[in-house]
């Protein structure tokens, strides 16, 4: 099993920055993706941002492409999303994930966070 534990969430005003951390724990192994959904009030849970285990591959949803980076340093088993330009419409809970089940890093992982909130004020 693996434990996946978000931090980094809170209150920002529009056009200000976050970053948000997440840290695996347990039996990660290695070589495994490490990305962020996110869910806003009312709304389904939506891929967010994707890395793969080198770093070298990354993926972002085209509504936060340009403002979000995600990162990761594999010996603290740590992935980060710093987040910049935030909108009033990035308010959400963003969930850490781990671990594919399928080639794709969009969707379908094994393992998630309990969540962190993020909200932006206008």
């Known amino acids: 099993q693996v434990q996946l534990v978000e931090s980094g969430g809170g209150l920002v005003q529009a056009g200000g920055s976050l970053r948000l951390s997440c840290a695996a724990s347990?039996?990660?192994?290695?070589?495994?993706?490490m990305g962020w959904f996110r869910q806003a009030p009312e709304k389904e849970r939506e891929f967010a941002a994707a890395?793969?285990?080198?770093?070298?591959?990354?993926y972002y949803a085209d509504s936060v492409k340009g403002r979000f980076t995600i990162s990761r340093d594999n010996a603290k088993n740590t992935v980060y999303l710093q987040m910049n330009s935030l909108k009033p419409e990035d308010t959400a809970v963003y969930y850490c994930?781990?671990?594919?089940?399928?080639?794709?890093?969009?969707?379908?992982?094994?393992?998630w966070g309990q969540g962190t909130q993020v909200t932006v004020s206008s």
């Open positions: 994930v781990s671990h594919r089940k399928s080639d794709s890093y969009y969707s379908n992982y094994s393992y």
């Open positions: 890395i793969s285990w080198s770093g070298a591959s990354r």
């Open positions: 347990g039996r990660t192994g290695s070589g495994y993706a």
